[in-house]
């Protein structure tokens, strides 16, 4: 299956980090959020993307255009302008990238990936969430139901701790930042057939998450996976700050490869 990522968003709630590049070049570690996903999905041998740009998305294609010369060893003849690539740690992905207009919503971005995917099945998560999410069961879970779509689910951390307060407003107990608070959400990582395409639209207006995805559930033809581990979107600059600590202290839960 090919996987396509959604990496077009202006990410202004992250405007610190956006206003120079796009969202999914957001560093973690040293390596772009985008990387990242792209791992996660490569641990389970998927390694064919479309990457689905708009704001500023000559940056991902000018790292991924240089990214097999900088993740490789080379000898370079200055006199003759020879290059010998020596040897190379580069992944086996074969990308995409696929201008989808810089003021396109999540609808009309995916429908203009139609011509790439004909007709099979596909992956497509959104470029700025990482989770140790299980793909070979996720894929297992959709094929079992044979409906148009699987939509990954998860309960996020509650960004507050949580207070059970007695009569007297007495603290009975205390949890910081408990899972689930908010029910279950939106988690990307879907799983869909070609089917998915007819709910869709060009119109640059159309947002996948309202009318398709509500008129999917309406047919029946949307189910959920339900992840019970770790996920988090990086919508913020603390979301960003929260996973790079996680990365330096060796505490990252995505990092499944």
Same mark, same amino acid.
């Given at each position: 299956m090919k996987v396509l990522i959604l990496a077009g968003g202006l990410g202004t709630r992250l405007s610190e980090e956006t206003e120079l590049r796009p969202k999914p070049m957001v560093e973690i570690g040293g390596k772009p959020i985008i990387w990242h996903i792209m791992k996660i999905y490569s641990?389970? /041998?998927?390694n064919e993307f479309v990457i689905l740009l708009g704001y500023k998305g000559y940056y991902i294609k000018e790292y991924f255009m240089n990214y097999?010369?900088?993740?490789s060893n080379i000898t370079l003849d200055i006199q003759t302008g020879k290059m010998e690539i020596l040897d190379s740690s580069s992944e086996p992905w074969?990308?995409? +990238? +696929? &201008?989808t207009g810089i003021n396109t919503m999540t609808g009309a971005r995916i429908k203009k990936a139609e011509k790439f995917i004909g007709n099979e099945s596909f992956m497509l998560t959104y470029g700025d969430g990482v989770g140790d999410i299980n793909i070979e069961e996720l894929?297992?879970?959709h094929k079992s139901h044979a409906k148009t779509i699987t939509m990954t689910s998860a309960q996020p951390e509650s960004r507050f701790g949580a207070l059970?307060?007695?009569?007297?407003? /007495?603290?009975t107990s205390f949890q910081e930042k408990p899972r689930g608070e908010g029910g279950w959400v939106n988690a990307g990582f879907f799983v869909c057939e070609p089917k998915i395409f007819n709910y869709l639209t060009e119109d640059d207006n159309l947002i996948f998450e309202q009318e398709p +995805?509500? &008129?999917?559930a309406k047919d029946g033809e949307l189910f959920t996976y339900k992840h019970h581990g770790f996920w988090k979107p990086m919508d913020t600059l603390r979301d960003k700050h929260s996973l790079q600590n996680m990365w330096e202290q060796n505490n990252a839960p995505w990092k499944v490869w």
């Open positions: 641990k389970y /041998n998927f097999f010369l900088h993740q074969k990308i995409t +990238l +696929l &201008d894929v297992k879970f059970n307060i007695g009569k007297e407003n /007495n603290v +995805l509500q &008129d999917l």
